[in-house]
């Protein structure tokens, strides 16, 4: 079992940054990718970036903006996702995702808000 603890949400005014943290504590040792993703209101849920292997992917659209650093100690893993320069369409419910062989776990999701 993996847990998935979230945090760093909240409002920005848009051209603002933000920094998303991620824990995943438990089974860590089999983990094998950990990312981002995000849904907004009305929409499907999208990546916005994974890190496995020491190989980081980012959605398209959003690299150059966000930045994704995973940190390893021998309780947890902390994924981060550095967003800059925001827009209101990163307005979305942010989450955590880790996946080991087999599964996916998601964290419960942090709401970032970007206003105009």
């Known amino acids: 079992q993996v847990q998935l603890v979230e945090s760093g949400g909240g409002l920005v005014q848009a051209g603002g940054s933000l920094t998303l943290s991620c824990a995943a504590s438990?089974?860590?040792?089999?983990?094998?990718?950990m990312g981002w993703y995000r849904q907004a209101p009305g929409k499907e849920r999208e990546l916005v970036g994974i890190t496995s292997g020491g190989n980081t992917h980012y959605a398209d659209s959003l690299k150059g903006r966000f930045t994704l650093t995973l940190s390893r100690d021998n309780a947890k893993n902390t994924v981060y996702l550095q967003m800059n320069s925001l827009k209101p369409e990163d307005t979305a419910v942010y989450y955590c995702n880790a996946i080991v062989p087999g599964r996916m776990y998601w964290g419960q999701g942090t709401q970032v808000t970007v206003s105009s």
């Open positions: 438990g089974s860590i040792l089999s983990i094998n990718t």
